[in-house]
């Protein structure tokens, strides 16, 4: 079974753009969280998204954004972005009812 | 306190060694509880779960788990260079499943 993927792998932005990441889940998995992983706060928990629903949020600004699609594939959009927004953005799915949760590759995010 | 807290270490253990790596958590209740594997430059890697109290084992790996006292461990026997990564705790708390809290992460160091 095919893993968590995620696109694109590495972006470069400058400050003030957008950004859109996607990833695609396990095969069967409904669940799609979201996590942002900095040297200096480690990895925090952004959102998660159920069903095309937001099921769960952590404590980032409304320019954090997210969406999943029939699919349960999921997308999270980063606007106005900031040098402090350079990280490395992965993204996890899970079974519903299960507790696991597993990485893809993660996207690496470079504001300039 | 932190809601959950690691040594960062580097621990460093000869190769054949077990590697004892510890984690401390905030009592909210029900909680699972994750140990996550990270390579330098990857995205982490479940590599053991653990829901009640006890040991859990899994080929060279046992998590231990003790809610009275509010800790979780991660055992590792015969430790091999290619253990040396970053090792993370994570726990989940009962109503927020989609939501890890993770720990800084144990460096650890298997030398030859």
């Known amino acids: 079974k095919a893993g968590v993927t995620q696109t694109p792998r590495y972006l470069i932005k400058t400050r003030g753009q957008q950004v859109t990441l996607s990833c695609s889940p396990i095969?069967?998995?409904?669940?799609v969280s979201w996590y942002q992983q900095t040297p200096g706060q480690g990895l925090q928990f952004l959102f998660e998204?159920?069903?095309?629903?937001?099921?769960n949020k952590g404590n980032f600004p409304g320019r954090f954004s997210g969406r999943q699609f029939s699919n349960s594939r999921s997308e999270m959009n980063v606007s106005t972005l900031e040098l402090g927004d350079s990280a490395l953005y992965l993204c996890?799915?899970?079974?519903?009812?299960?507790?696991?949760?597993?990485f893809g590759p993660g996207t690496r995010l470079t504001v300039l | 306190q932190k809601e959950v807290e690691q040594n960062s270490g580097p621990l460093s253990v000869p190769e054949g060694a077990i590697a004892s790596l510890n984690c401390t958590y905030s009592?909210?209740?029900?909680?699972?509880f994750f140990w996550y594997r990270q390579y330098s430059g990857k995205s982490p890697e479940l590599i053991m779960s653990?829901?009640?109290?006890g040991d859990k084992e899994d080929g060279r790996f046992t998590a231990q788990l003790n809610k009275a006292s509010q800790y979780v461990s991660l055992l590792i026997r015969d430790s091999q260079p290619s253990d040396s990564a970053t090792y993370l705790c994570?726990?989940?708390?009962?109503?927020?499943?989609?939501?890890?809290?993770f720990g800084t992460g144990t460096r650890l160091q298997v030398t030859l």
């Open positions: 996890a799915s899970r079974m519903d009812q299960a507790h696991e949760q597993f």
């Open positions: 095969s069967g998995h409904r669940s």
């Open positions: 998204y159920f069903s095309e629903t937001q099921r």
């Open positions: 009592d909210r209740g029900s909680q699972s």
């Open positions: 653990i829901y009640s109290n």
């Open positions: 994570a726990v989940s708390w009962t109503g927020t499943a989609s939501k890890l809290t």
